[in-house]
């Protein structure tokens, strides 16, 4: 879930105040990840849905722009 600490959860799991939660770590796999940097939505979505780091999809900005005499929108 984006934006939802792994410090906010365990400790009401341990609370047993989210029994779904509990049952999700006990029965599933689950651990603290690094992001990468930008961390714009936009960005880490398109990475996680190709599967590239940003260079390589160059999402990097919910805005295009077109400069005069260039064909593509930029970022």
Do not use: V
């Amino acid at each position: 879930m984006e934006g939802l600490s792994l410090d906010f959860i365990i400790p009401l799991t341990s609370e047993e105040k989210l029994p779904n939660f509990s049952w999700l770590m006990e029965e599933g796999s689950w651990g603290k990840l690094k992001s990468i940097t930008p961390n714009e939505p936009l960005i880490l979505n398109s990475s996680f849905n190709t599967g590239k780091l940003p260079a390589k999809h160059r999402k990097l900005s919910w805005n295009e722009y077109t400069l005069l005499n260039l064909k593509q929108r930029i970022q």
